[in-house]
Structure formats: structure tokens, C-alpha cells
């Protein structure tokens, strides 16, 4: 098992920047890939992107987030979310997760607020 917990969300303004961390706890041992969600009010969760089983920066990042947002991960156990240049449209309930041994994303987070505001 997994456990993880989302920290750093609030209220910016348009054009300013936030930081989500998500601090991992239980089987880390074993370096899951873990990645980043989001879910606006009225639509489907969104994949935002994902860090594989090594330390470094994101490897894959979607297409609206790209180029203002950075995913991290300093080791088994933190991965960091740096939005910049938010928009109203990235408001929304942002999600850690990570994955089962199956390559599913089995692990998920409470979830934390960010709103933007235009």
C-alpha cells in the first residue's frame, strides 16, 4: 500500500504561480511511478503528467500544462507540482496518484484545492 498526501494549493491570481507537493508513505521502497490529476467542477479527471521510477523532472507532461508546469521528484518518497503562468481554466481539484504493480494508477490522494482567479 501507498499513502499520499497533497499539500501547497490555494488562491492566485492569473499569471502567478503555485507549488503542490505530495508526500508518499508505505511501499515507496519500491519507486512507483507516481504523477499529477486535476478534475475541474462539471468535468472528467485529467491526466496532467508523470514521473517514472528515477529521480528527475517530468517526462511527460500534457499538452495544456506544458511549458508551465514542471513535475519533480527529489526522491522515493516527495514529487512537486511548480505551475506557473496559471490560468483561471487550471482551477480545479488536483490529484496525486501512483501506480500498482498492474501499471494502473491504484493510489490516490485526498486532493487539494487550486483556484485562479482572472
Known amino acids: 500500500q501507498v499513502?499520499?498526501?497533497e499539500s501547497g494549493g490555494g488562491l492566485v491570481q492569473a499569471g502567478g504561480?503555485?507549488?503542490?507537493?505530495c508526500a508518499a508513505?508505505?511501499?515507496?521502497?519500491r519507486w512507483p511511478p507516481m504523477g499529477w490529476f486535476r478534475q475541474a467542477p462539471?468535468?472528467?479527471?485529467?491526466?496532467?503528467?508523470?514521473?517514472?521510477?528515477?529521480?528527475?523532472v517530468s517526462v511527460n507532461l500534457a499538452d495544456s500544462v506544458r511549458g508551465r508546469f514542471t513535475i519533480s521528484r527529489a526522491?522515493?518518497?516527495?514529487l512537486t507540482l511548480q505551475m506557473n503562468s496559471l490560468k483561471p481554466d487550471d482551477t480545479a481539484v488536483y490529484y496525486?496518484?501512483?501506480?500498482?504493480?498492474?501499471?494502473?494508477?491504484?493510489?490516490?490522494g485526498q486532493g487539494i484545492q487550486v483556484t485562479v482567479s482572472s
Open 3 to 5: 499513502q499520499l498526501v
Open 75 to 78: 526522491n522515493a518518497n516527495t
Open 96 to 108: 496525486c496518484s501512483a501506480q500498482g504493480e498492474d501499471g494502473s494508477w491504484d493510489y490516490w
Open 42 to 56: 462539471g468535468k472528467d479527471r485529467q491526466f496532467i503528467g508523470s514521473v517514472m521510477r528515477s529521480i528527475g
Open 25 to 29: 508513505s508505505g511501499r515507496t521502497f
Open 17 to 21: 504561480s503555485l507549488k503542490l507537493s
